[in-house]
């Protein structure tokens, strides 16, 4: 499964875990400083969007 974070063009690996029954933590592969909260992440998996989520 891949991520997009923002309006660029890169899609990230990611590493996923449950923490509650509505959040999940996402691990990227490396830091990328310009995340921040309120922004949405989109995750596709085989190029297929498969859904979103508002970055707290």
């Known amino acids: ?3 997009k974070l ?3 063009p ?3 690996p ?3 875990e449950e923490i509650s029954q509505d ?3 996402i691990t990227l592969p490396q830091n990328d400083q310009g995340i921040a909260p309120g922004q949405f992440a989109v995750f596709y ?3 297929y969007c498969i ?3 508002v970055i707290d």
Request: charged share 35%; hydrophobic share 30%; proline share 0%.
């Open 23 to 25: 959040t999940l933590k």
């Open 14 to 16: 990611v590493k996923i």
């Open 45 to 47: 998996k085989d190029g």
């Open 6 to 8: 923002r309006h660029g």
């Open 10 to 12: 890169e899609q990230w």
């Open 51 to 53: 859904g979103s989520g």
């Open 1 to 3: 499964m891949e991520v």
